[in-house]
């Protein structure tokens, strides 16, 4: 019976990851990558655009990511969920709990992220399993999901590491994982959306941005973070050509670009 509740839940959650991979991915696709390519081209961090291999390459690389993500959710929601502190019942902690577990698990998933990333850069790991991610120097919304099978698997940690640290509803955790692939689009999109001047804010200066992770695909090394710059700050791994290169792609069109980027 619990391989039949297993079956289920695999199905869904592979059935459902790749929808909404499709759907997120494709849809800032098709709008940055053909209908407003021409509009923002001031705001492409990069200036030539990926090659068809790449993108066939990255769907191939996420679509088996799905699989290993969907594994670890069924592993995790039904053969250890008596184990775990996931939860169904919203009254069991009430509603200002439900909406605390977000904060919650974004400070986890980033400090998660970004030790599991600092790690994944060692020369050995970086070889045997990193490199698949970045084999996309330039990056596009199909790239979000592109790992090697281990480095999935420790991705898809999150899901454990969740559910043995603190109480989160089912529902709350979905969600999540939802803003989290959103995120993940975005930061691997080629474009920087945030306004002119955001990583000078007292807030922008530890989010975490599209520059930021791009700046990391080209170079290799620096801006380790997920969604936020804290730890990169903290350890001095944010790059030194970080806030200029963020100046140079939010400058508006009338003004002179700081630099040529040849990609």
Do not use: C
């Not at 698990?105 to 045997?128: G, N, S, T, V």
């Not at 090697?148 to 603190?166: M, N, Q, R, S, T």
């Amino acid at each position: 019976m619990i391989w039949d509740d297993f079956l289920i839940r695999w199905t869904r959650i592979a059935s459902n990851v790749t929808f909404r991979y499709f759907l997120i991915a494709g849809v800032a696709f098709f709008l940055f990558y053909f209908i407003l390519n021409g509009v923002l081209a001031n705001r492409k961090m990069q200036a030539k655009f990926p090659k068809l291999k790449d993108y066939s390459r990255d769907i191939t690389y996420s679509l088996i990511t799905i699989l290993i993500f969907a594994t670890m959710a069924a592993v995790v929601f039904v053969l250890l969920r008596p184990y775990t502190m996931y939860y169904r019942d919203v009254e069991k902690y009430g509603w200002t709990y439900f909406y605390l577990s977000f904060p919650l698990m974004f400070l986890i998933h980033d400090a998660y992220f970004y030790w599991a990333h600092r790690i994944m850069h060692h020369p050995r790991l970086f070889k045997a399993i990193h490199k698949v991610h970045h084999q996309s120097t330039n990056p596009s919304p199909w790239t979000a999901y592109a790992f090697h099978p281990f480095e999935a698997i420790v991705e898809a940690g999150i899901i454990l590491v969740l559910g043995f640290v603190l109480p989160v509803h089912q529902a709350a955790f979905g969600l999540f994982m939802l803003f989290q692939f959103s995120y993940n689009v975005y930061g691997h999109l080629g474009y920087e959306l945030y306004p002119k001047n955001f990583q000078r804010t007292w807030i922008g200066k530890w989010i975490n941005t599209g520059t930021a992770h791009n700046l990391h695909h080209q170079y290799f090394h620096g801006n380790y973070g997920l969604y936020t710059l804290i730890w990169d700050r903290l350890f001095g791994t944010l790059r030194e050509d970080y806030e200029k290169k963020f100046d140079q792609v939010t400058q508006s069109t009338a003004e002179p670009k700081m630099e040529k980027h040849l990609a």
